[in-house]
């Protein structure tokens, strides 16, 4: 299950009906890699990781809100090579079927997340996701203080995103140069929602699989047994509004 799902302790112990410590035991006992060595699409051992051995966690939903942006090659209508193999995929190579971007946000405290499926990632893109990622939270009483990026242009030097975070009374705080992983929630997260919506099943369409994606996001913030929050979905860590 573990090879097929890819899933961790928590998960697996759900389906099973044993404990995460039982289960987590059983896979170091076997020598299975833990999964952020793993690549998640096909589950093949990375040959080099880098992640920081600092862990921090906000006092307070709000006080540091993770952004970032993956890109996610596009699907022909009818289906690509995952649907009916590599052998029936006669995509033009040269021009390829273009990219959606996947804008993602992720409350450092709560983990609650939010992400759209987006065109590309200009300034004015990045600004109006913020901008609605922030309206989001609002609405599960989160007022964003903070916002880590990356060093984009789009962030570091545009006057919409300076904008977008004026309007939400945050401030910016960018990433060491040349380091993705103290972005890490971020980018955790974008490789949770990569292999349990993106590359969850063989999609018939970009359309599809964009339209997966609100259901996808509802089910991680108020189901999913989140294993930095002791098994609680993002919800558990929010008070009622």
Request: with cysteine; aromatic share 8%; charged share 20%.
């Amino acid at each position: 299950m573990r090879a097929a799902a890819r899933r961790g302790p928590v998960w697996l112990a759900a389906q099973l009906g044993a404990s995460p410590s039982t289960i987590g035991r059983i896979l170091a006992r076997h020598q299975v890699p833990l999964l952020r060595d793993l690549d998640p699409v096909t589950g093949a051992s990375l040959r080099a990781t880098r992640h920081s051995h600092q862990r921090y966690e906000r006092d307070q939903p709000g006080e540091l809100v993770h952004v970032d942006v993956k890109k996610l090659g596009r699907i022909p209508d009818g289906g690509g090579w995952r649907l009916h193999g590599r052998a029936a995929n006669t995509r033009d190579r040269r021009h390829g079927t273009g990219y959606d971007y996947i804008h993602v946000a992720i409350d450092d405290h709560s983990r609650l997340a939010y992400a759209e499926v987006l065109p590309d990632e200009q300034a004015a893109t990045c600004a109006g996701f913020l901008t609605r990622a922030g309206a989001f939270l609002a609405q599960h009483g989160i007022r964003v203080q903070r916002v880590m990026t990356d060093n984009a242009l789009a962030y570091r030097r545009s006057s919409a995103w300076a904008v977008a975070l004026a309007g939400l009374g945050a401030r910016p705080r960018f990433i060491r140069p040349h380091c993705p992983w103290t972005n890490g929630k971020a980018e955790r997260f974008i490789r949770t929602l990569t292999s349990e919506w993106a590359y969850q099943q063989p999609w018939h369409s970009t359309g599809e699989r964009a339209a997966a994606l609100p259901g996808w996001l509802a089910h991680y913030n108020t189901e999913r047994a989140h294993t930095a929050l002791g098994g609680l979905p993002p919800a558990s860590r929010l008070s009622p509004t």
